[in-house]
């Protein structure tokens, strides 16, 4: 079992591992006794399902719920959980905690189909998917456990973020508080796989090779032996060797894999990814809810910010949504206590703060009947600053648009350029990517998000743009959005645009950092996106470049918050690799996941910035 969630784990999706953190299983036993139920769903699957009562039976408790597809473990009535919930102050709390396995995954009847597509008017009871096996499930708890109070809650990260999503289209009237966290919502535009058409093909990789294999029945982690291996110390080695996209399925996936195959198969934005969006269907919600993310989440933070943002622009202001969004990495709200990522110390417990402050309360509120919700629309924690804020609407208010511009020779201004026909040009060589990170790491990591970013700086194929050094603190909270004037001598390219933290040369160092870096000087990234080109009119009719042509690549990168601080300087870095977290672009217009090895090609890159061809990118200054 251990052996098959450590290759879940790596694949940096597996969630329910974050409510199994807590040395023994002592408190869970004293206070919880446990049940296994399959529960019936209107079409005749069964889905497993595990339950946890309290042993006071002195009151009625509500239900908190997570369901899931990296299972439920451990099994058996008698093999209890390390802890409940998740965070501890959940667990003392005290509520009835189920757990379940979706269906066709682990001990689940039926046949699992990823991001299974949302039915908007089912005509019969075979007509299935995650909302109604939600109130299915939700229907047989509140009629059959004994003591429960008929209000339930769901919560979950990742993919069981997605499932927590799913319950809000028409939600069983005894579903009263969602939180969805981390929640996968688009796999070709935002999340997980692919990022603006590009695929992320190092967390593709190393998520399939698990998780896509097939189950052949109903079985534990235990008996779960067939996941793929694969070697390789230095993944960006590994992936270069690896060469085009149809070597994976050649030397790894062979016929076993099928959302490989469909994912290959589908290399725009078509109706099998459209399919997948939940977002469309949040639509006359009941349930309150709070969406959490963390803005630097290497898988899911667009899947945070744009669920929030469709049950805000989708439903009627009476309708109780918030957000929370902190200094975190995926799942990380519940995972240590917040205070250090990477190199960068936050200044307190932001982790703990959430869990008790915001996590807690919300439950408690809306399940209990218990506290004063005291929760802003948005909750936000401004990096940076290292600050709470709270905002009556996200994006705030309270902010004004502004335009950082290239100039030559490097600079980054709020001016825009006025000299004529100015550009900076150089080689772009899929065959020698820009790495995502300084170093040699088996694995992707996830400091990748906020790491130091000098390595790259160095490199002729990276263009760098700063300001002078900053007078006053600037404060941006929500949209970045970038607006390349540019050109190649192919016909396809990617572009890479990364938000950068220039610390003073001088800096102090007041605070320590785990690994004690010394931040003078520090680039730290504050937000990095790419873009596939060929998609820069339409995701789902790609056009080529024409050769030589100026050519404007516009698109949004995920919200940030952040404070670039009196003495710190802004910098923007434009690339055309991102390696091997992304995979290469060929460069020549074509279908990628049909490439071969012989397609990939050099070419020249101009990125204008002059008076008729103004690069720039925008952003969200927070007034005071």
């Not at 450590?6 to 974050?18: E, H, R, Y």
């Not at 995920?558 to 290469?584: C, E, Y």
Request: aromatic residues 14%.
């Amino acid at each position: 079992m251990k052996k098959s969630l450590l290759l879940i784990g790596l694949a940096l999706w597996c969630t329910l591992t974050f409510a199994q953190s807590l040395p023994d299983t002592g408190y869970v036993r004293d206070h919880y006794t446990k049940m296994e139920k399959y529960i019936t769903m209107r079409d005749g699957k069964r889905l497993f399902t595990s339950i946890y009562l309290p042993k006071d039976q002195s009151k009625k408790y509500p239900i908190i719920m997570t369901r899931t597809p990296y299972t439920v473990a451990p099994y058996g009535e008698n093999a209890y959980k390390r802890s409940l919930g998740q965070n501890q102050f959940l667990e003392k709390e005290g509520f009835i905690f189920v757990y379940q396995d979706v269906r066709g995954k682990w001990m689940s009847e039926g046949e699992f189909v990823d991001v299974r597509p949302h039915i908007e008017n089912k005509k019969s009871n075979k007509e299935v998917d995650e909302s109604s096996d939600t109130y299915d499930t939700i229907d047989w708890l509140v009629k059959n456990l004994p003591n429960n109070n008929g209000k339930v809650g769901i919560e979950g990260i990742s993919y069981p973020g997605f499932y927590s999503t799913a319950s809000l289209p028409n939600a069983h009237p005894a579903l009263k508080a969602v939180s969805p966290q981390a929640p996968v919502t688009d796999w070709f535009i935002g999340d997980d796989f692919h990022h603006n058409g590009a695929l992320f093909q190092m967390d593709a990789f190393a998520f399939i090779t698990s998780f896509g294999v097939p189950r052949p029945k109903p079985i534990t982690p235990a008996q779960f032996k067939t996941a793929i291996k694969f070697k390789g110390k230095d993944n960006y080695k590994f992936y270069l060797e690896m060469g085009a996209l149809p070597n994976f399925k050649k030397h790894y996936f062979g016929d076993s894999v099928k959302f490989w195959d469909n994912m290959m198969a589908h290399p725009t934005y078509d109706s099998f990814w459209k399919d997948m969006n939940i977002r469309p269907h949040l639509k006359n919600i009941t349930p309150a809810t709070m969406t959490v993310g963390g803005f630097f989440d290497a898988e899911d933070c667009f899947g945070a910010l744009h669920v929030f943002e469709a049950l805000e622009k989708q439903n009627p202001a009476s309708h109780k949504n918030m957000l929370v969004m902190g200094p975190w990495f995926h799942g990380g709200w519940e995972r240590g206590d917040g205070q250090f990522f990477g190199d960068q110390n936050f200044g307190s417990k932001t982790s703990l703060f959430f869990e008790e402050n915001v996590e807690l309360p919300f439950f408690k509120y809306y399940l209990k009947g218990e506290g004063e919700l005291d929760l802003p629309k948005a909750t936000i924690f401004i990096s940076g600053s290292n600050e709470w804020k709270k905002f009556n609407q996200w994006p705030p208010k309270n902010t004004i648009e502004k335009t950082l511009y290239f100039h030559a020779n490097g600079k980054l201004s709020f001016d825009a350029p006025k000299t004529v026909e100015n550009f900076d040009e150089y080689v772009s060589d899929p065959n020698a990517p820009v790495p995502y990170q300084n170093g040699i790491q088996e694995r992707r990591t996830r400091e990748y998000m906020l790491d130091d970013q000098r390595f790259a700086e160095r490199r002729p194929d990276v263009k760098v743009y700063q300001t002078d050094t900053l007078k006053n603190d600037i404060t941006l909270t929500g949209p970045v959005i970038a607006d390349l004037l540019t050109s190649t001598t192919g016909t396809d390219a990617d572009y890479v645009v990364k938000l950068i933290d220039v610390f003073p040369e001088n800096y102090p160092n007041p605070t320590p950092n785990p690994k004690n870096v010394e931040m003078a000087g520090y680039e730290m990234l504050v937000r990095g996106e790419v873009f596939r080109g060929k998609f820069r009119n339409s995701f789902e009719k790609p056009e080529p470049f024409v050769p030589g042509k100026v050519t404007e690549v516009k698109y949004h990168l995920p919200d940030v918050a952040h404070t670039f601080r009196k003495g710190h300087r802004i910098m923007i870095q434009v690339q055309n690799s991102w390696f091997p977290l992304v995979d290469r672009n060929p460069q020549m217009f074509e279908n990628i996941n049909q490439a071969k090895d012989s397609d990939f090609q050099k070419a020249t890159i101009r990125i204008y910035h002059d008076a008729q061809n103004k690069s720039s990118v925008k952003v969200t200054v927070l007034e005071d």
